[in-house]
């Protein structure tokens, strides 16, 4: 795992990276290709809340030491204009993809 941008937040990156990677492998656990809409629905809403019981804490102190690193380096400026510039958009699904699929 690499190193964070600023060196004070590594070891919470590294502790959060772990957990994130420990979460993430049984959140790509495969569903039946049976379930309905809504037990995928339920399922991933259960990722979603076990992500923020196992991982939450740790990845809010991450975002604050990052935050505080960003100020102090003066970069917030830099990441508002490109914020303002390259907006992140909401994906959307492949072309090939049927209707209603999601």
Not at 14 to 35: I, K, R
Not at 59 to 67: F, G, I, R
Request: hydrophobic share 30%; aromatic share 8%; charged share 25%.
């Amino acid at each position: 795992m690499a190193d964070s941008l600023a060196p004070v937040c590594t070891s919470l990156k590294q502790e959060y990276d772990s957990c994130f990677n420990v979460w993430f492998e049984g959140y790509l656990e495969p569903l039946a290709t049976t379930a309905t809409e809504a037990q995928r629905t339920s399922h991933y809403q259960r990722k979603a809340e076990e992500f923020q019981a196992k991982c939450g804490k740790v990845y809010a102190e991450y975002q604050n030491c990052l935050q505080s690193a960003v100020k102090q380096r003066g970069i917030e400026p830099l990441l508002q204009q490109a914020r303002e510039e390259h907006p992140l958009r909401e994906a959307h699904p492949p072309a090939d993809s049927p209707p209603n699929s999601k």
